[in-house]
C-alpha cells in the first residue's frame, strides 16, 4: 500500500499534471482503447467493487461513522456497479458485453 504523503498544493498540482501528462501521451501514442479493453475494464471494476464490498462498507463507516453496511452495499456498490455495467451493451453488440 502507498503510504500518505503530506505534500503541498502545488506538489499535488505538479503530481496531477504530471500523471495527466503521462495519460495524454500514452492515448495520443496508443489511441483510444478497443471495445473489449472497455468491456474487461468495466467488468474488472465490477469484480473489485463486489470483492472488495466488506472493505469499502467498513471504510465508509469510519469516515461517516454510522453507515450500515447494508446502505453502503446498496449505495456505492450496487450503485457503482450498475454505473459500470450500463455502458457495456454501447461498447460492442457482443453477447459478452451484454451478459458481462
Known amino acids: 500500500m502507498n503510504a500518505p504523503v503530506n505534500l503541498s498544493f502545488d506538489a499535488h498540482k505538479a503530481a496531477m499534471n504530471d500523471v495527466l501528462q503521462r495519460q495524454k501521451a500514452a492515448h495520443l501514442r496508443d489511441g483510444p482503447p478497443s471495445a473489449e479493453k472497455r468491456i474487461d475494464w468495466l467488468n474488472r471494476s465490477i ?30 456498490v450496487a450503485g457503482s456497479s450498475w454505473a459500470c455495467s450500463a455502458p457495456r451493451p454501447r461498447c460492442s453488440g457482443s453477447p459478452r458485453a451484454l451478459s458481462g
Not at 47 to 62: R, S
Not at 66 to 74: G, Q, V
Open 47 to 76: 469484480d473489485l467493487l463486489v470483492g472488495h464490498q466488506a472493505e469499502i462498507a467498513k471504510a465508509v463507516n469510519a469516515d461517516f461513522g454510522s453507515r450500515s453496511p447494508e446502505a453502503t452495499a446498496l449505495t456505492d
